[in-house]
C-alpha cells in the first residue's frame, strides 16, 4: 500500500510544482496582453513587432535564434503600456519572454503555423501576406472554398485600429503589400507621425502599395497627405472616366457604367491602362510609380463601391496589375536531382559563405571509411588477431582502448586548421576566426535614398564567444549624408529556405547572447530618437562551426550631382553623357535600361565621364545574365547549378535580378526570403540602374572576444547599384 501511494504520490507533488513554477514563470502582470506581429501574424528569421499592453515596464525581450541559442533583445529605452518591441522569432512558435532587469512581466509563444484567416498565426514564406487598410476587395477569399472546407491560400491582415499597426518599418519586413481603399479613411486619420514614417520607409525602401484613387480620393489625400505626398500629386483632380478601357483589359462580358476616377501623373511610371474620359480625352487609368526601391500601384478608381463590388473580374483586374501576388498559391519547385537541402536563393548565398580555406572539409566517403574501419579493427581484425593468431584474449581489454586512442588523435591531427604557413600574431592571440561577407548597396538618386545589405558568415576554429558591431568605411562616409538604421541580425533558420533540419529550437549547449537596439539622441520629451543601431554581445560560437549574421542599412547618399540620360524615341536605347556621381571606382561595372546593358570599361572612376552613352558595347541583359549566347542555328545558355557554392557573384546577380533572368524557371530556387533585393521592377521607362564591383568594403563587421579585437579575415564581395532617371525627348 505504501509503494502504491508513493506511486501515486510523487507524480502529483511534481506536477503541482510544475503548475507552480509556470504560473509564476507567465506573467507578473496578470492583467498584460502581449500582441505578436500584425494581428497575430507573423514570418519566422525577420523583425516582428511586439506589443505589450500592461502596467510594467518592458526592458528585455527574450526568445530563441534559429539555431537554438537564447537571445535576448535589449529594447531603446523602458517600454510602457501600448509601446511596441522588436525581435526575430527563429522558429515556429518559438518562446517569448518580456523582462525588466531579473523579473519575468509576461511569457508565452509566438503562434504556430495555421490558417491565417482563422487567427493568430505563423505564415511561411510561400505564402503571400496582404496588410489591408480597408476594403480587403476580395482578397481574403482567395484559393476558400467552404465545400472542400478550404481556407483561404493568401494572409490578408486587416486591422481596425490604429494600435494594431507597428511604429517601426521594421515590423512591416515579411508584408508583401499594403492595400489601402476608401474605406481605411477613418485608420489612416488615425495613425500617429511614427506609423505613418514607418509605412513611408517600408515602400521606399521596397515595399509595394496597392492604392484605389476615385471619387473619394480628395478625402483619402485630406486623411493621409502623406500618400499624395509620395504620388508626386499638386493639385489632385478627379474627372468621369469611360470603362470600355477596364472592360478590354479583363475581356468581361459584364459591362460597367462610367465612374469617378483621380488624373494620375502620366509623365512619369508605366501606365498598365490607358482609358478615356467620357470627353474623348486620354488619361492613366491604372499606373505603376517606381518610388525609391519600391512601388506604387495605383487604380484611378474605388474599387470598393457597389458597382465594383458587384463586378465579377474585379479580382481579375487586381491580379493582372499586381503580378504573382493575388495568385492563389507558389508552385512548388522541382527538386528533382538537385542535391541541395535547400530551396531558396538565401539558402545557397549562405552555403557559399559558409566555404573557408581553413576549415578541411571531408567528404560522407571519408567518413564512412573511418567508421567501418574502426568497426572492422574493434570487431572482426580485433577477434581473429588477438583470439586465433595470439592466443590471448585478455589482451582485447588493451588493445580496444589503443585503437580507440590512436583513431582519436589521427582525427584529431586530420581536423587541423588549414593554414597556409604559420598562424599570424592574430590568430594566436585571438583564435582562428574567418569572416565571408557579400555586401549590396543601393542608392536612389530620384528620391534620395539609399539602402544596404550584408551577409556575413563567421568561422571559428576554437569555441569562443564574440561582440559583433557595424564599422563604416571613409569611402561610406563620403557616400552618405547621414544614417537612420543600421542594424545586426542573426541569418537564417532550419528548414526548407536555408536548409537543415531543426531538432529541438532549445538549444540549452549554447549560453545566450544579447543584442542592444539603441538610439543616440533624446527630443523634448524624453523619446529617443536618432538613428536606429544595434550591437551583438557574446554570439556564442561552438568550436569549428560558423554562424550567419545579416545587416541591414538605411541611409541618406550625398550625391551633388547625377546624370539625367535621355531616351531615343521609338526604341529602348539611350542618349546622352554618363557621369560616375559616387566618390568610389566602379568596377566590371554597366548601365542598365529595360533589356540593354551597357558595357562600360573595367574601371569607370569616381567623377569620370563617358562623353556618348552609344559609343559603349551593348548587351542583351537577361542573356548576359543567363550567359546565353547565339549560335548559327541556335542559342546556348549556361544551365543554372543550385549546389554551387564557389560564385559569390554569381548568386548575387541572381538575388539583384531574379526575376529578369526567368526566376525560378531559369534556378531551380525560390527566391521568397531575399526578394526584396531583386530590383527587376525598377527596370522601367523612366529610370536605369548603374551597377558594378567595389574594390574595398563600404562597411565591415568589428569582432572581438571583449579583450581584443579579432581580425575578420576572409573573402569578401562588394557591389553597388545606382538608380539614375531617365527622360525621354518628348519631355525635354
Not at 531603446?76 to 523579473?103: C, F, H, K, M, Q
Not at 492604392?211 to 480620393?217: H, K, M, N, Q, V
Not at 569611402?475 to 529541438?504: V, W
Not at 558595347?617 to 545574365?625: A, D, G, I, T, V
Request: with cysteine; glycine share 8%; proline share 5%.
Amino acid at each position: 500500500m505504501s509503494k502504491l501511494l508513493y506511486l501515486i504520490g510523487v507524480p502529483l507533488f511534481t506536477m503541482f510544482l510544475l503548475s507552480a513554477d509556470g504560473r509564476i514563470a507567465d506573467a507578473n502582470d496578470l492583467s498584460s496582453e502581449v500582441q505578436f506581429g500584425i494581428q497575430g501574424h507573423y514570418r519566422v528569421g525577420v523583425w516582428t513587432g511586439i506589443r505589450y499592453s500592461g502596467s510594467e515596464n518592458i526592458k528585455t525581450l527574450e526568445t530563441r535564434d534559429g539555431d537554438g541559442a537564447e537571445v535576448l533583445y535589449e529594447q531603446v529605452g523602458v517600454l510602457t503600456d501600448g509601446d511596441w518591441a522588436y525581435a526575430i522569432p527563429g522558429s515556429e512558435a518559438a518562446p517569448l519572454i518580456l523582462r525588466n532587469g531579473e523579473a519575468t512581466i509576461a511569457s508565452g509563444r509566438f503562434p504556430t503555423t495555421g490558417s491565417p484567416s482563422r487567427g493568430a498565426a505563423m505564415i511561411p514564406l510561400d505564402m503571400n501576406w496582404i496588410v489591408v487598410l480597408g476594403d480587403p476587395l476580395g482578397v481574403d477569399k482567395v484559393g476558400a472554398n467552404k465545400l472542400l472546407n478550404r481556407d483561404a491560400s493568401i494572409a490578408v491582415s486587416q486591422p481596425t485600429k490604429s494600435t494594431e499597426l507597428p511604429d517601426s518599418m521594421l515590423g512591416y519586413e515579411g508584408v508583401d503589400m499594403i492595400m489601402i481603399n476608401a474605406a481605411g479613411i477613418e485608420l489612416l486619420q488615425s495613425l500617429t507621425k511614427k506609423q505613418r514614417v514607418a509605412i513611408e520607409q517600408w515602400i521606399t525602401g521596397g515595399g509595394h502599395l496597392f492604392i484605389t484613387l476615385g471619387e473619394s480620393c480628395q478625402d483619402l489625400f485630406k486623411a493621409a497627405p502623406w500618400v499624395q505626398k509620395l504620388l508626386g500629386i499638386t493639385e489632385p483632380k478627379t474627372t468621369t472616366i469611360d470603362p470600355s478601357a477596364i472592360e478590354t483589359y479583363t475581356s468581361t462580358q459584364s459591362p460597367l457604367q462610367n465612374f469617378t476616377g483621380l488624373r494620375l501623373p502620366r509623365k512619369r511610371g508605366t501606365v498598365l491602362i490607358t482609358g478615356k474620359t467620357t470627353r474623348r480625352v486620354s488619361l492613366p487609368v491604372a499606373a505603376v510609380y517606381n518610388l525609391g526601391f519600391g512601388r506604387i500601384t495605383a487604380v484611378a478608381a474605388d474599387l470598393d463601391d457597389e458597382m465594383f463590388t458587384a463586378w465579377p473580374e474585379r479580382l481579375d483586374l487586381m491580379t493582372q496589375l499586381t503580378g504573382d501576388i493575388l495568385l492563389p498559391e507558389k508552385k512548388d519547385i522541382a527538386i528533382t536531382n538537385r542535391g541541395t537541402a535547400y530551396g531558396d536563393l538565401a539558402g545557397q548565398l549562405r552555403a557559399t559563405l559558409d566555404q573557408f580555406e581553413v576549415k578541411r572539409q571531408f567528404g560522407f566517403s571519408v567518413v564512412s571509411i573511418i567508421l567501418m574501419a574502426l568497426i572492422a579493427m574493434i570487431g572482426p581484425l580485433d577477434y581473429l588477431l588477438i583470439n586465433r593468431f595470439l592466443g590471448r584474449p585478455l589482451l582485447g581489454w588493451l588493445s580496444f582502448p589503443i585503437v580507440a586512442i590512436a583513431l582519436t588523435l589521427v582525427l584529431i591531427y586530420e581536423a587541423r586548421p588549414n593554414l597556409n604557413g604559420s598562424p599570424s600574431p592574430s590568430d594566436q592571440t585571438t583564435g582562428i576566426t574567418r569572416c565571408n561577407r557579400v555586401e549590396i548597396i543601393d542608392i536612389d538618386a530620384i528620391s534620395g535614398v539609399g539602402r544596404g545589405f550584408q551577409a556575413s558568415c563567421i568561422y571559428s576554429h576554437d569555441a569562443a564567444l564574440l561582440n559583433i558591431d557595424i564599422n563604416e568605411s571613409p569611402n561610406f562616409d563620403k557616400l552618405a549624408d547621414s544614417i537612420q538604421q543600421a542594424l545586426l541580425s542573426p541569418l537564417g533558420y532550419p528548414g526548407k529556405t536555408y536548409g537543415g533540419i531543426q531538432i529541438a529550437i532549445e538549444d540549452t549547449r549554447l549560453p545566450p547572447y544579447a543584442i542592444k537596439l539603441q538610439q543616440s539622441g533624446i527630443d523634448n520629451t524624453n523619446v529617443p530618437t536618432g538613428p536606429l543601431q544595434n550591437s551583438i554581445l557574446n554570439a556564442p560560437l561552438a568550436a569549428r562551426s560558423s554562424k550567419s549574421v545579416q545587416t541591414l542599412l538605411r541611409f541618406t547618399p550625398k550625391l551633388t550631382n547625377y546624370p539625367s540620360l535621355q531616351r531615343r524615341d521609338g526604341s529602348e536605347l539611350l542618349k546622352g553623357e554618363l557621369v560616375n556621381p559616387l566618390p568610389v571606382d566602379l568596377l566590371d561595372g554597366m548601365l542598365i535600361y529595360r533589356n540593354w546593358a551597357y558595357l562600360l570599361r573595367t574601371r569607370f572612376p569616381a567623377g569620370g565621364r563617358i562623353e556618348r552613352i552609344d559609343s559603349l558595347r551593348q548587351k542583351n541583359f537577361r542573356w548576359r545574365l543567363s550567359r546565353q549566347t547565339a549560335l548559327e542555328s541556335s542559342r546556348d545558355t549556361e544551365e543554372w547549378d543550385p549546389s554551387t557554392v564557389a560564385t559569390p557573384d554569381r548568386v548575387a546577380e541572381m538575388l539583384m535580378f531574379h526575376n529578369a533572368v526567368g526566376g525560378s524557371r531559369y534556378t531551380g530556387l525560390r527566391d521568397d526570403a531575399l526578394s526584396s533585393l531583386d530590383l527587376s521592377h525598377t527596370l522601367s521607362d523612366d529610370r536605369c540602374i548603374l551597377i558594378g564591383r567595389l574594390a574595398d568594403e563600404l562597411t565591415t563587421l568589428k569582432l572581438s572576444d571583449g579583450e581584443s579585437k579579432i581580425e575578420n579575415n576572409g573573402k569578401s564581395l562588394t557591389m553597388i547599384r545606382l538608380v539614375l532617371p531617365v527622360a525621354s525627348e518628348k519631355d525635354l
